[in-house]
């Protein structure tokens, strides 16, 4: 009963406070950084009480628009598939979110908590499962709609998602064999550790070629520009074509949060998770010997922050990179992810091995 | 071991309340009004013709068929990945034969052009395509072709 | 508790599985194919063995399934699909599949009430996670394992070759 309560504290806590307002802001930081990147103002007309706040009411009026237009079933679609697809595309992006490590063990009132909704021990292969599922969503949603454009967008959109699905999950395999763990939580308390007794062991200093390519696939995975063949607006417009109301809500709210996933997948793996250089479970110890000892409750919070820091970073990054490249072509994109990704990750693979077995 | 997975199962229903909420406070605030023009097929206002199904190539079939090969192979690489600094030489050599016999297929598949998609046959200007036609236009119009057609 | 779980997941599977069967419409087939599949890898991790219900949800529900609905759309089979005209020869294998099937059952049904077990079940302290797996694939069952490579090798080149085959003379699209 006591692991139920906690469980949906978690939730409540990590996804309804959390990563959902990112994703809200998100929507907000979309606009007005490609108007600040374009050199125009961007949103700026939603106020309330003539107050403004750089337009970032818009996301509220966004979501009120969303909730209250009709959801309707258009002619010749199969009714119970439309309704269900959605559903299942924004289900299996919030789960991704269960074994992500928002930082190590807190202690309150005496019971430890770990700052992680699901410890799951298969982490990477739950988290790959969880991702390969992101696909029914799409092909089912595109089938139901009875509509070419939507057809189309599905089959582009699903072949994608599974070609970069395999280079995901080799550029994984060499993160897997530095760390030597599948879970989640070991992998970011490894990176806490020090090389050479003043490098943190971060997994973008061991695995540079992994991150590049994980970074790439992940992008990919989520379909956003340079690789929106699938659901590029001034083309084809996508699997969601036929969706209004909050049924296009739930597939728009899909793609932030696997947006956010991602990053939070990247931060985890490469980036150091939760981890402050120096900062130990009873706080700072600099590799020049001198020390800050901090309260538990300290500790987490600052592994909290250093995480979404780290997270909102990148999630700026990725935002700049949609509106910096232009579109690739689906022939470039099959390309990129079967010719380029894949033997570069398996290359990664055997890079690491050797170096791991001659240092031994 | 079993509790490990009793909170990802709590999760999913909790996901799973929290979009029936959505979808039950979005059906209570919006209005229902269909008519006949709003529930067509959505083709920029044109009347769709023919079925919204198309035949589609069978690159997309060979591609899943290929993925699914490779999924397996990931799924084999993770067990070796976790042992493999116990395991030494040994298990490097034989992984590294695992992987070869599977570079071969992809080796194959790519020789066979299963991996190429169609490109657009113009070379990389528009006027490789059709050279007589820039040659009657000036320069500066020449120039504009070229930026729009890239 | 254990028990409880096990009975819900053992009836979702068999209903599921049911309803696939019985489903004139195969996309809602597929669709309680993975619900069953979904159920199944419950089952495993009731049997401790986690990593061979994530490898059942990777391949089978992620991968596998979607292949199948690739096949349905590219075919395009509609919901008033008539039933299908099985030929006499897969009547009969059909038939001896579920004898064999049965057989087993029964076997295992058999041994168990004279107190045999039928099948050897995890010993205690032994877990199906990812690294006494890995430590088992690289020791003991090494030649299954590239074996495996080579069963992938042939089933991507026949691939290839059966999509050669039947589709690729007709008329290209545009």
Known sequence: MQALAEAAGKFVFFIGLIVLNIAAILTWVERKQSAVMQDRIGANRATIFGIRMLGMFHMLADMLKLFTKEFFIPMGARRFVYLLAPMISLLFALVGFAAIPF?????????????????????????????????????????????????????????????????????????????????????????????????????????????????????????????????????????????????????????????????????????????????????????????????????????????????????????????????????????????????????????????????? | MLLHFAAPFIFVIVAAAFIALNLLISRLLQPRVPSAGKNTTYECGEIPIGSSWVQFNIRFYVITLIFVIFDVEIVFLVPWAVVFKDLGWFAFVEVVIFVFILLVGLAYAWRKGDLEWDKPETGKFARDAAPQLFEEVGTERQQTVQEVTL | MQEILFFVLAAVAVLSALGMLLNKNPVYSVLLLIVTLFSIAGLYVLLNASFIAAVHLIVYAGAIMVLFLFVIMLLDIRADVEHINLKRLSRILALLATFIFLGETFLIIWMSLKGKAAFVGLGEGILGDVPSVGELLFTKYLLPFEIASVLLLVAIVGAIILAKRKLRPEPPAA
Do not use: C
């Not at chain 1, 064999?177 to 090389?195: N, W």
């Not at chain 1, 990725?318 to 470039?332: G, H, K, V």
């Open chain 1, 103 to 360: 930082g190590d063990t807190l202690i309150l009132g005496g019971r430890e908590i770990p700052l992680q909704i699901a410890n799951v021990n298969i982490g990477i292969l739950y988290i790959f499962a969880v991702l390969g599922m992101a696909v029914y969503g799409v092909v089912l949603g595109a089938w139901a709609s009875n509509n070419n454009y939507a057809l189309l967008g599905g089959l582009r959109a699903s072949a994608q998602m599974l070609s970069y699905e395999v280079a995901i999950g080799v550029s994984l395999v060499g993160v897997i064999m530095v760390y030597q763990t599948v879970d989640l939580m070991e992998i970011a308390r490894a990176q806490g550790q020090l090389l050479w007794g003043w490098l943190p062991q971060w997994g973008i200093l061991l695995q540079p070629l992994g991150f590049l390519i994980f970074m790439t696939a992940g992008i990919a995975e989520t379909k956003r520009i340079p690789f929106d063949a699938p659901e590029g607006e001034s083309e084809i417009v996508g699997y969601f074509i036929e969706y209004s109301g909050m049924g296009f809500g739930m597939y728009f709210l899909t793609d932030f949060l696997e947006t956010i996933l991602i990053a939070s997948l990247t931060v985890t793996f490469f980036l150091g998770g939760f981890q402050v250089p120096y900062l130990y479970a009873d706080g700072f110890h600099f590799p020049w010997g001198q020390a800050i000892l901090l309260p538990n409750i300290a500790v987490a919070a600052l592994q909290f922050l250093s995480f979404l820091i780290k997270l909102i970073v990148l999630l700026f990054i990725m935002m700049a990179i949609r509106w910096t490249l232009p579109r690739f072509r689906y022939d470039q994109i099959m390309h990129l992810g079967w010719k380029i990704l894949l033997p570069a990750s398996l290359i990664n693979i055997l890079i690491t091995a050797v170096v791991l077995t001659i240092i031994g």
